[in-house]
């Protein structure tokens, strides 16, 4: 079965930090760009950051770029997302996405207040 499920989200304060998870199953998950998209409430889904499938390449929104870091464990089949400084307006639930496969994960909420 493919899957995709993330893990990590909660609250946290303006300027904190949080460290997303997404393991994969089913799949060659080293063969595979992955993706991370948020969606915050009201607005359409967005996305953040990719990253190749060796983890040598990745590229980032504007809007994170600086403050958020993707990476990626091949042997464990999950790609990270790592957010630091982090501003009300990242509060979102978080996906990753495999474009290969059209598969979304269920999300994770991340809420960024005080």
């Known amino acids: 079965q493919v899957r995709l499920v993330e893990s990590g989200g909660g609250l946290v304060q303006p300027g904190g930090s949080l460290k997303l998870s997404c393991t994969a199953s089913?799949?060659?998950?080293?063969?595979?760009?992955m993706r991370w998209y948020r969606q915050a409430p009201g607005k359409e889904r967005e996305w953040v950051a990719l990253i190749g499938a060796a983890g040598a390449v990745s590229n980032y929104a504007d809007s994170v770029k600086g403050r958020f870091t993707i990476s990626r464990d091949n042997a464990k089949n999950i790609v990270y997302l790592q957010m630091d400084s982090l501003k009300p307006e990242d509060t979102a639930v978080y996906y990753c996405?495999?474009?290969?496969?059209?598969?979304w994960g269920q999300g994770t909420q991340v809420t960024v207040s005080s």
């Open positions: 996405y495999l474009q290969t496969r059209r598969l």
């Open positions: 089913g799949f060659t998950f080293s063969n595979s760009v």
